[in-house]
Every structure is written in C-alpha cells, then in structure tokens.
C-alpha cells in the first residue's frame, strides 16, 4: 500500500521560509507524480504544486508561483516543496498526495480517481 508522510510544517513571521517533506514508503517516487495541496479552515482543498515522474516538469498555482518550489530525491523517496517569501494567505494544512501517472495532467482535481494515497497533513502557519 502507497503510503506518505508530510513533515517540516511550523509556525513563522510573514516573509519566512519552511521546507515541507513527502516520505513516501512502500512504493518508489519513478512511478508517481507527487502534487502537494493545501487546505485553509472553512476553505477546499486547493492544488499548490506538482512535480511530474516522467522528467520533473514542475508545476505551481498562480497564487505561489515564484515562491514556492518543488524538488524531488528519488534516492530518498522524498519530495519536497520549499515555501519562501511566506504570507498569513498561506496558512494552511499542507498534503502531499501520489498521482497515479507520470503527469501531472489534471493534477489540481483534488478528487480525481487517479490519486492513489495522500498524506496525513502538516501545519503551515504564517502571523506576525
């Protein structure tokens, strides 16, 4: 079974920065896409990023593009997404979640049938 694990979220000033980590076990990253979502309370799920198996295209929502970055360690299994220039918008509960092709064609559909597993959430809190 597909399993991941988010970690690297906290609490931090407008303008910081946090590394989220996606730790996937029981499976290799060369044979999923990797997307990341986030969640604000009274809010759905919206598609942050997503890093393609097939060559590493990237993709990022318009809400954080050149802010965040997405990368992937397939060493390591892990895939991370680097929040820089960080604003209170941005608070959220952050997913990871497998995507069952080497795409990231139709990733942003939280609901598609082709996510295989998600990831439990981490906490991303941005105040002053």
């Known amino acids: 079974q597909v399993q991941l694990v988010e970690s690297g979220g906290g609490s931090v000033h407008p303008g910081g920065s946090l590394r989220l980590s996606c730790a996937a076990s029981?499976?290799?990253?060369?044979?999923?896409?990797i997307a990341w979502f986030r969640q604000a309370p009274g809010k759905e799920r919206e598609a942050v990023s997503c890093i393609a198996s097939s060559d590493g295209t990237t993709y990022y929502a318009d809400s954080v593009k050149g802010r965040f970055t997405i990368s992937g360690d397939n060493a390591k299994d892990t895939v991370y997404l680097q929040l820089d220039s960080l604003k209170p918008e941005d608070t959220a509960v952050y997913y990871c979640?497998?995507?069952?092709?080497?795409?990231?064609?139709?990733?942003?559909?939280?609901?598609?049938?082709?996510?295989?597993?998600w990831g439990q959430g981490t906490q991303v809190t941005v105040s002053s």
């Open positions: 979640a497998a995507y069952f092709i080497d795409s990231c064609r139709g990733y942003s559909d939280s609901g598609s049938p082709l996510f295989a597993s």
């Open positions: 029981k499976f290799t990253l060369n044979h999923y896409s």
